[in-house]
């Protein structure tokens, strides 16, 4: 019974099967349910905004989301949220260079790709306009500015 209790637990480590906090659950079921539609004012911070409160996260209103997450030792999970200040991306897609900025913008982590690769759920981009949409972002194509993940907190 112990060894099939192991495997189990082993083979879901390796399906990348984690247990999502229960604030990250909330959130991430209320973005879901906002994909396509213009959350508040139509402000990308809206949507971090209302996500939270819908979750009964703890908050400071304006940009503190949380606990920081430390990229290097801490997973990312589908309800963080991620703050851009400043940021320019960089990156080749097949034989072209595409470039990013992000002055100040405010995102929710929708679903992680990879370490350091994330489906975000945004709003206020020339892409989505002011309703949610869902793009892909890569922490390896940032070259300037700075990028902090945050854990929501009670």
């Given at each position: 019974?112990?060894?099939?209790?192991?495997?189990?637990?082993?083979?879901?480590?390796?399906?990348?099967?984690?247990?999502?906090?229960?604030l990250n659950q909330k959130i991430a079921k209320y973005v879901q349910s906002q994909i396509g539609k213009k959350v508040g004012r139509g402000e990308c911070w809206d949507l971090a905004s209302q996500a939270l409160n819908y979750a009964g996260a703890s908050w400071d209103g304006v940009y503190g989301f949380g606990k920081?997450?430390?990229?290097?030792?801490?997973?990312?999970?589908?309800?963080?949220?991620?703050?851009?200040?400043?940021?320019?991306?960089?990156?080749?897609?097949?034989?072209?260079?595409?470039?990013?900025?992000?002055?100040?913008?405010?995102?929710?982590?929708?679903?992680?790709?990879?370490?350091?690769?994330?489906?975000?759920?945004?709003?206020?981009?020339?892409?989505?306009?002011?309703?949610?949409?869902?793009?892909?972002?890569?922490?390896?194509?940032?070259?300037?500015?700075?990028?902090?993940?945050?854990?929501?907190?009670?």
């Open positions: 019974m112990m060894r099939l209790f192991f495997l189990v637990l082993f083979f879901g480590v390796l399906q990348g099967e984690v247990k999502l906090p229960a920081i997450l430390d990229l290097k030792k801490d997973s990312i999970y589908p309800g963080d949220i991620i703050q851009f200040n400043n940021v320019k991306t960089s990156r080749k897609e097949k034989d072209q260079l595409i470039k990013g900025s992000y002055p100040i913008h405010t995102a929710v982590v929708y679903e992680v790709l990879e370490r350091g690769v994330v489906k975000m759920a945004e709003q206020n981009t020339s892409e989505f306009g002011r309703k949610v949409g869902v793009s892909v972002f890569d922490t390896k194509s940032v070259i300037s500015g700075k990028v902090t993940f945050y854990r929501p907190t009670l």
